[in-house]
T-cell receptor, first 114, second 112 residues
Framework: GESVGLHLPTLSVQEGDNSIINCAYS??????FIWYKQESGKGPQFIID?????DKRQGQRVTVLLNKTVKHLSLQIAATQPGDSAVYFC?????????????FGSGTRLLVRP | DAGVTQSPTHLIKTRGQQVTLRCSPK?????VSWYQQALGQGPQFIFQ???????QRGNFPDRFSGHQFPNYSSELNVNALLLGDSALYLC???????????FGQGTRLTVV
């Protein structure tokens, strides 16, 4: 079925440490995943995406890992900063670019301790 | 470029009333999607408009309807409001292969 879910609702990390946010999905046919960051009072903001033909993708201080065998993906944030405090969502994109739909998980709140 | 803009930012309505929310997509984008985000939850897809037609719809009742204008802006209408309709309503524009979907800041609807 269509569902994307997260393991932990809240993650608290020390500033400077690395953060890992996990996400499980149920549809083995899913082929495109995106991580979004949502700060208080704002809409979701694109962080990084990954297609199912990849296991890993890196951006600036972020890495997304995809394990298709266990239908799991994770977002790693290196050297976590106070500005990283937000709610993070994994989402699956279905449909083509012109008729896409995003299926979101319920989110993980990341709290960065000074 | 103002990005995706939504209005109003906050709204309080009484149960049973009707509400209209507005969205202007990012310049050059012709598709508008609407999402409902309940407190503590991820956004849920309501419907998508393209060329002034509803292209696809999520699992929402007919009380939720929409419209897209020739300038690509869009409205979301909700009739017979229920307390459970209280949520943040987000608008997203066309998919960008480099940056994904651009979201507006949302309209916070409170039904009392």
């Amino acid at each position: 079925g269509e569902s994307v879910g997260l393991h932990l609702p809240t993650l608290s990390v020390q500033e400077g440490d690395n953060s890992i946010i996990n996400c499980a999905y149920s549809n083995s046919a899913s082929d495109y995943f995106i991580w979004y960051k949502q700060e208080s009072g704002k809409g979701p903001q694109f962080i990084i995406d990954i297609r199912s033909n990849m296991d890993k993708r890196q951006g600036q201080r972020v890495t997304v890992l995809l394990n298709k065998t266990v239908k799991h993906l994770s977002l790693q944030i290196a050297a976590t900063q106070p500005g990283d405090s937000a709610v993070y969502f994994c989402a699956e994109k279905t449909g083509g670019d012109s008729s896409y739909k995003l299926i979101f998980g319920s989110g993980t709140r990341l709290l960065v301790r000074p | 470029d103002a990005g995706v803009t939504q209005s109003p930012t906050h709204l309080i309505k009484t149960r049973g009333q009707q509400v209209t929310l507005r969205c202007s997509p990012k310049s050059g984008h012709d598709t508008v999607s609407w999402y409902q985000q309940a407190l503590g939850q991820g956004p849920q897809f309501i419907f998508q408009y393209y060329e002034e037609e509803e292209r696809q719809r999520g699992n929402f009742p007919d009380r939720f309807s929409g419209h897209q204008f020739p300038n690509y802006s869009s409205e979301l209408n909700v009739n017979a409001l229920l307390l459970g309709d209280s949520a943040l309503y987000l608008c997203a524009s066309s998919w960008d292969r480099e940056a994904g979907a651009f979201f507006g800041q949302g309209t916070r609807l409170t039904v009392v």
